[in-house]
C-alpha cells in the first residue's frame, strides 16, 4: 500500500526543498511527487562594494560583513529567491541588458535545480523512497536535462510511471497565462498532450493524474483577479477560476483515481470531479512552510485516506 | 522571457531584485481599493449609528472623546494584524495564524466560534438593523404603516432575517469579484447620501428640527402635537438626560465596549491574496487598514457635532433612551410618541417638507446596508472550508456545485443554524442577550489572535527572522509582542466590562445573563467535542489530525 507524499510550486525555496526530501521519513511516505514550479522567481544581487556587502531584503537596504553573507543567502534562499554575489559594475550590466540578465538567470536556476537533484541523491539514497519531479509552467525546458541526469530523482514529464499497482502520467504545461511563462499553450493542445499519456493508462481507476494546472472551476484555480495591467483589482480580495478546461475534461472522461495539482497557490483544497479526488495542497514557499498532501493509496479501496499538511 | 528590475525604496538608480516574468507575480493592490473594504467593515451608517444609539447608558460618556480614544486603542490592533499580514501574508486570517502560533486544536475552536458559531448571532442582528434603518423608516415615510408595523413585528424581524440570509447567501455565489463591484457603487451613492444628510443638519437650525420633527410625527406616525418634548418626558422617566459637554474619563472608558460593535472591525478580512513583490511590506495592510479607521472616525465625529447641533444631543439620547427602554420594558419606561428607532438619516430627512424626498435618503443610505451585509458569511465560508481541508469538518463542507461554483456544503452549515438561531431571535426575547454577546466573542478571538502575535518571535522563530519585521524593535523587544500587548489590554478591558461590569450596563453581564453563558459555553464546548471527535474519527482512517501543523525538519 504505497503512501504518497506531494508537494507544488516550491519556485526555489530550499527550506521547502530540504523539508520534501525529509517529508517521506516525517510522513512514512514510499513515495515522493514533486509538482512543479521548482524555480525562482527573482535574484537578489549580494554587490560587493570596498570592505562590505550591500543588500535589499523586503523594503530594507542593508550593509552587511562579509562574514554576515552566508546567513543572509540563507535567508534569501529561504524565500525562494536566489542569492547571487556581483560586483556593482556587473549589477549594471544586468540592470541594462535583458539578454544578459536572461541568461544569468537560466544559469542560476539550473545551478540550483542542479543543486537540489544532489541534495536529494545524498537524503535519499538506499532508503527505497522513490522521488518524481515534474517541472511546471514556470521552469525553463533545460530543466529536464538536469533532472534526467540525476541517478535517483525521476523525470515524470510526458510519460507513464507505474507506482506499485498504480500508474502516474504527469505534465507540467498549463493553459495560457498573463505571464507568458515557458510550458504554457491552448487547452486544445494541452487536451492533445495530457490524451497521448492518458491512452497509455491500462487502468483508470488506478491511476494518478499529476498534471500542474488544476481543473477549471474546481475551487481548486481561484486565483487573485488582476487586470491588463497585472495589478491585484478590488484591495487583492477577488478571485476568479483560471483552471485549465483540458484538464477539466480529461478528468471527466477518464475520471481517474486521483488528480494531484499546483499552479494555484491560494487554492488549497480537495473536491470530488465524478469519481476523482483533485487535490491541490497549495504553496506558502514563500513562508518556508512546505504544504503537501499525504495521500495513502490501497489495492482495493483506491485511496484509503488522504490528508493536506503544512510542514 | 519578459523580466523586470526592481530598486530598492530610495535607491531607484541601483536594482535591489531581479524578477522574472512567473505565474502569479502580480503588482500590487490599490490602497484606496482596501481602503473601502476596510471603510465598509466599520460602517459608520449601519453598525455605527445602531451601536451609539445605545451610549444614552452612560450619559455622562463624552462621546467624541471616546470614539478619539477608540480609535487610538484600535490603531494598536491594526498595527499588530498589519505585521501578522506581513509575516504570513496569505494564509487565512485568525484561523491559520492562531493554528499555526498556538497549535491546531486551540486554533480550530476559537476561530470555528469566532467565525462560524458567532456569525449565526449576526444574522438577526442584521435583520433587525435592516428593519431599523431601512423597511421599517421607509415604510412609515411612504404611509405604508401596515407594511411598517409587520416588520416591526416577530414575524416582520424574521422575515427579514431570511432576507438578510439570502443576500448574504447570493453574494457568496457570485463571489467578491462581482460584490466588490456592487459595494464600489454603493460607496459613491451612499456618500452622496451621506453629504446630503451632514448638509442638511448643518444649514437648519435645531428650532427648524423641532418643528420639522413635531410636523412629522403627526404625519406620518400621528403623534399629538409636541412630539419633540413629549420624546424627552418619556425618556425622563427612565433617563436622566444628557449633554454633549460634559466630560469625565470613567465613563469615557464605559463607553468604549458599545462603540467597539462597529469601531472594533477595521482588521475584517485581513487575509489577502496575490504574490506581489513587497506584499511582506507591512505599510500596504496597515495603510488600508489605518485610513478605514480614520477616516471612519473623522467621518462620525462630524456627523456627532452635526446630530448636537442641529438635533440636539438631549433629544437624541433622550429618543434612545426612550425607544430601547420601552423595547426592552425597563421599568417605567414609556414608549415615545414617535415608536420607531431613531434613525438620524430619518430625521435629517423630515427637514424637508417633502415625503419622496425622505423617502429616497433612506432607500440611497440603505445601501450602506446593502453595500455591507453581503459579507457576513465570507469570513465563516473561509474557515469552514479550512477546517474541512484540515479534515476536522467533512470533506463536503468544501463542495462547490459543478456549474455555478455554489458552496453549498459551507452554506447549508451556515443558514440552516442561522435560521434556527433567527427564529429564537424573534420569537424568544428571553435570549435577548446572546445576541448582546455577538460583539464579546468576536473580541475572544481577536484576543487569541493577539496572544499569537505577542508570542510569535519566540514560538515561531523562523516565520519571525525572515520576515521584514525582525528589525522592528522597542529598547529591544519586537514591536509586534509591545503592539499585541496594548491591544489585548484593551480587549481584556472591554471583555471584562462585557463580563462583570456591575450594572450589566451592557446587557451581558455573565451574573445577569444565564441564557448567555449557557449558550456560549455551548458553543465552545461543541467546538471541543468536533474537533475531539474528528481526532478520533480520522485516527482510525489512519489520518493523524495533530501533524497537520507539525513542522518536517530541515535538516
Redesign the interface.
Same mark, same amino acid.
Not at chain 1, 229 to 241: I, N, T, Y
Not at chain 2, 19 to 27: D, F, I, M
Not at chain 2, 547 to 555: D, L, Q, S, T, Y
Given at each position: 500500500m504505497p503512501k504518497v507524499f506531494f508537494a507544488t510550486d516550491l519556485?526555489g525555496s530550499e527550506?521547502c526543498w530540504?523539508?520534501f526530501l525529509?517529508?517521506g521519513r516525517?510522513?512514512d511516505a514510499e513515495i515522493l511527487i514533486c509538482g512543479g514550479?521548482m524555480t525562482g522567481?527573482?535574484?537578489?544581487?549580494i554587490?560587493q562594494e570596498n570592505s562590505h556587502y550591500t543588500?535589499?531584503?523586503?523594503?530594507?537596504?542593508q550593509q552587511v560583513e562579509a562574514a554576515q553573507v552566508p546567513d543572509v543567502e540563507a535567508?534569501i534562499r529561504?524565500?525562494g529567491?536566489y542569492p547571487l554575489q556581483m560586483s556593482l559594475e556587473r549589477?549594471h550590466e544586468?540592470?541594462a541588458d535583458?539578454v544578459k540578465?536572461?541568461e544569468?538567470?537560466q544559469q542560476v536556476m539550473l545551478d540550483g535545480v542542479d543543486r537540489w537533484m544532489g541534495m536529494a541523491a545524498e537524503k535519499l539514497r538506499g532508503t527505497g523512497i522513490r522521488i518524481f519531479v515534474c517541472p511546471g509552467?514556470?521552469d525553463e525546458m533545460e530543466v529536464d536535462d538536469v533532472i534526467r541526469r540525476s541517478d535517483l530523482v525521476e523525470l515524470g514529464e510526458g510519460r507513464l510511471v507505474e507506482i506499485g499497482d498504480f500508474t502516474m502520467i504527469s505534465t507540467g504545461w498549463?493553459n495560457h =497565462?498573463p505571464?507568458? =511563462?515557458?510550458r504554457e499553450e491552448t487547452e486544445e493542445a494541452l487536451g492533445e498532450r495530457i490524451e497521448a499519456m492518458a491512452k497509455q493508462v491500462p487502468d483508470a481507476s488506478k491511476a494518478i493524474f499529476n498534471l500542474h494546472c488544476p481543473p477549471f472551476?474546481s475551487?481548486l484555480d481561484e486565483?487573485?483577479?488582476?487586470d491588463a495591467?497585472?495589478?491585484?483589482?478590488?484591495?487583492?480580495?477577488?478571485?476568479?477560476?483560471v483552471g485549465s478546461t483540458a484538464v477539466r475534461e480529461a478528468i471527466e472522461r477518464h475520471q481517474p483515481l486521483i488528480s494531484l495539482h499546483g499552479?494555484?497557490? &491560494?487554492s488549497?483544497?480537495?473536491?470530488?470531479?465524478g469519481k476523482t479526488l483533485s487535490i491541490n495542497p497549495g504553496s506558502?514557499y &514563500? &513562508?518556508?512552510?512546505?504544504m503537501g498532501a499525504i495521500v495513502?493509496l490501497d489495492p482495493k479501496k483506491g485511496i484509503?485516506?488522504?490528508?493536506?499538511?503544512?510542514? | 522571457?519578459?523580466?523586470t528590475?526592481m530598486?530598492?525604496?530610495?535607491?531607484a538608480a541601483?536594482? #535591489?531584485?531581479?524578477?522574472?516574468?512567473?505565474?502569479?507575480?502580480?503588482?500590487?493592490?490599490?490602497t484606496f481599493?482596501?481602503?473601502?473594504?476596510s471603510f465598509w467593515s466599520i460602517n459608520l451608517i449601519t453598525l455605527g449609528l445602531y451601536g451609539m444609539s445605545y451610549v444614552y447608558t452612560v450619559p455622562d460618556g463624552q462621546l467624541l472623546a471616546g470614539i478619539l480614544l477608540f480609535g487610538v486603542l484600535v490603531t494598536f490592533l491594526v498595527i499588530t494584524y498589519a505585521m501578522l499580514v506581513s509575516v504570513?501574508p496569505?494564509?487565512g486570517g485568525d484561523y491559520a495564524w492562531q493554528s499555526?502560533v498556538l497549535g491546531g486544536g486551540l486554533g480550530f475552536v476559537l476561530s470555528i466560534t469566532g467565525w462560524w458559531f458567532t456569525l449565526f448571532l449576526w444574522a438577526p442582528i442584521y435583520a433587525n438593523i435592516l428593519v431599523v434603518q431601512f423597511f421599517s423608516p421607509l415604510a412609515y415615510t411612504l404611509g405604508w404603516s401596515g407594511v411598517a408595523k409587520f416588520f416591526t413585528g416577530q414575524t416582520g424581524i424574521f422575515v427579514s432575517c431570511l432576507i438578510v440570509l439570502a443576500f448574504a447567501s447570493i453574494v457568496v455565489t457570485l463571489?467578491?469579484?462581482t460584490y466588490?463591484?456592487i459595494q464600489k457603487a454603493c460607496f459613491w451613492i451612499g456618500l452622496v447620501g451621506l453629504a446630503v444628510v451632514c448638509v442638511l443638519l448643518l444649514v437648519y437650525s435645531q428650532t427648524d428640527f423641532q418643528n420639522a420633527f413635531n410636523r412629522e410625527a403627526t404625519n406620518l406616525f400621528g403623534a399629538p402635537a409636541g412630539a419633540y418634548q413629549a420624546t424627552i418626558d418619556a425618556a425622563s422617566k427612565t433617563f436622566a438626560g444628557s449633554s454633549f459637554g460634559t466630560f469625565s474619563f470613567g465613563p469615557v472608558l464605559l463607553l468604549l465596549p458599545w462603540l467597539a460593535f462597529y469601531l472594533l472591525w477595521p482588521n475584517w478580512?485581513a487575509?489577502?491574496? #496575490?504574490?506581489?513583490?513587497?506584499a511582506?511590506?507591512i505599510?500596504k495592510p496597515f495603510w488600508?487598514m489605518f485610513a478605514g479607521l480614520w477616516v471612519t472616525v473623522a467621518m462620525v465625529a462630524v456627523v456627532v457635532l452635526l446630530i448636537n447641533k442641529t438635533i440636539g444631543w438631549n433629544f437624541y439620547q433622550s429618543a434612545n433612551a426612550a425607544y430601547w427602554n420601552s423595547l426592552f420594558a425597563v421599568k417605567d419606561a414609556v414608549a415615545p410618541p414617535v415608536p420607531i428607532w431613531p434613525y438620524p438619516v430619518m430625521f435629517a430627512g423630515f427637514l424637508v417638507d417633502n415625503h419622496i424626498f425622505q423617502a429616497l435618503l433612506i432607500i440611497v443610505m440603505g445601501l450602506w446596508f446593502f453595500g455591507w451585509a453581503g459579507t457576513l458569511f465570507l469570513s465563516s465560508t473561509r474557515v469552514i472550508?479550512a477546517a474541512a481541508?484540515?479534515?476536522v469538518l467533512p470533506?463536503w463542507a468544501?463542495?462547490?456545485s459543478?456549474k455555478r461554483?455554489v458552496?453549498y456544503g459551507a452554506l447549508i452549515l451556515m443558514i440552516v443554524p442561522s435560521i434556527v438561531i433567527s427564529a429564537i431571535y424573534a420569537y424568544k426575547p428571553d435570549f435577548t442577550s446572546v445576541f448582546l454577546d455577538a460583539t464579546a466573542v468576536l473580541a475572544l478571538t481577536f484576543l487569541a489572535t493577539t496572544v499569537a502575535a505577542i508570542i510569535l518571535p519566540w514560538r515561531r522563530k523562523?516565520?519571525y527572522d525572515?520576515s521584514?519585521i525582525a528589525?522592528y524593535k522597542i529598547v529591544g523587544v519586537p514591536m509586534i509582542s509591545i503592539v499585541g500587548v496594548i491591544s489585548g489590554l484593551f480587549l481584556l478591558f472591554m471583555l471584562y466590562q462585557w463580563s462583570f461590569n456591575p450594572d450589566n450596563l451592557y446587557g451581558t453581564s455573565l451574573q445577569s445573563t444565564p441564557n448567555s453563558v449557557k449558550y456560549f459555553v455551548a458553543t465552545y464546548v461543541a467546538a471541543i467535542v468536533i474537533y475531539v471527535v474528528a481526532r478520533v474519527v480520522r485516527k482510525r482512517?489512519?489520518?493523524?489530525l495533530a501533524?497537520?501543523?507539525?513542522?518536517?525538519?530541515?535538516?
Open positions: 519556485h527550506m530540504r523539508k525529509n517529508a516525517f510522513y514550479d522567481k527573482a535574484i537578489v544581487p554587490v543588500v535589499s531584503l523586503g523594503a530594507d537596504r535567508q529561504r524565500k529567491y549589477l544586468l540592470d535583458p540578465r536572461a544569468c538567470f509552467n514556470d498549463s =497565462t505571464w507568458n =511563462t515557458h472551476k475551487g486565483a487573485p483577479a488582476i495591467d497585472l495589478k491585484l483589482m478590488h484591495g487583492g480580495r477577488a478571485l476568479r477560476p499552479h494555484i497557490h &491560494e488549497k483544497g480537495a473536491v470530488k470531479i506558502s &514563500e &513562508e518556508g512552510m512546505l495513502q484509503k485516506s488522504y490528508q493536506l499538511v503544512n510542514g | 522571457m519578459a523580466d528590475t530598486g530598492a525604496p530610495g535607491t541601483r536594482p #535591489g531584485l531581479f524578477l522574472r516574468n512567473a505565474t502569479g507575480l502580480v503588482k500590487s493592490w490599490s481599493d482596501a481602503f473601502v473594504y504570513m496569505r494564509t499555526r463571489g467578491m469579484e466588490a463591484r478580512g487575509t489577502l491574496y #496575490g504574490e506581489v513583490r513587497g511582506k511590506d505599510r488600508s472550508f481541508f484540515d479534515r470533506s468544501a463542495n462547490i459543478a461554483r458552496p523562523d516565520l525572515a521584514p528589525n482512517q489512519g489520518i493523524d501533524r497537520i501543523h507539525h513542522e518536517i525538519p530541515v535538516e
